[in-house]
């Protein structure tokens, strides 16, 4: 199966900052999701990234807040924009396998801590 | 839009069968029942997924009801590497995952 990477790992950050979060796929995919789980929490779903068109935002979830990159079928980044300490969170990003099954292949996560 | 209910934690001894449910009574019938697991400090990892039939793989078993509105995942024998977060996920042709709370399973030695 394809391997998925995100960098940074981690990072710490001052309010009023911006991060970027980078996303790649060792192999075409033509749809990525991005997550965010907070501390204790599950995950929840901030966007779906399609190649070629803007990305489709859950609710609660803005494109000025998250906007979402997806320049070509192997690469994605989420950047989280003028940061607050409740943004701290861990930032997932997916892709799904083979329909109809559509399992979802998981990045190692990056955590994020606002100060 | 979470449209799973799992119980917040379950405990069991080691080399135990495990039985981890989830209720789902507003699936469709398109509707794939998935089943992740979320060890510590990692992503999410895909552990089976069921359609209507029961399923067996190398990890678990997926039990699924007769009328689809429950399932549960079986672990044979658990191990301590077995402790993770159980997550339970209905995701339709949309592909898209909307995560439950999820069950925190801890393996007693």
């Known amino acids: 199966s394809a391997v998925i990477s995100q960098k940074p790992s981690r990072d710490i950050c001052q309010r009023g900052t911006s991060l970027t979060i980078q996303c790649q796929v060792d192999s075409q995919v033509t749809m990525m999701f991005w997550y965010r789980q907070q501390p204790g929490q599950s995950l929840t779903l901030i966007a779906t990234a399609n190649q070629g068109s803007e990305a489709t935002y859950e609710s609660g979830f803005v494109i000025d807040k998250f906007p979402i990159s997806r320049p070509n079928l192997t690469f994605s980044t989420l950047t989280v924009s003028n940061m607050s300490p409740e943004d701290s969170s861990i930032y997932l990003c997916?892709?799904?396998?083979?329909?109809?099954?559509?399992?979802?292949?998981f990045g190692p996560g990056t955590r994020l801590t606002v100060l | 839009d979470a449209k799973t209910t799992q119980p917040n934690s379950m405990e069991s001894n080691e080399e135990e069968p495990v039985h981890l449910p989830c209720n789902h009574s507003t699936i469709s019938g398109t509707d794939y029942i998935h089943w992740y697991r979320q060890l510590p400090s990692q992503g999410p990892e895909y552990v089976i997924h069921?359609?209507?039939s029961n399923v067996n793989n190398r990890m678990a078993s997926l039990a699924i009801a007769e009328d689809r509105k429950s399932s549960t995942l079986i672990l044979h024998r658990a191990t301590l590497r077995d402790a993770a977060v159980y997550y339970c996920i209905l995701s339709d042709t949309g592909n898209q995952f909307y995560f439950g709370t999820g069950t925190s399973l801890t393996v007693i030695p």
């Open positions: 997916s892709f799904p396998g083979t329909a109809p099954y559509n399992e979802q292949f």
């Open positions: 069921g359609l209507t």
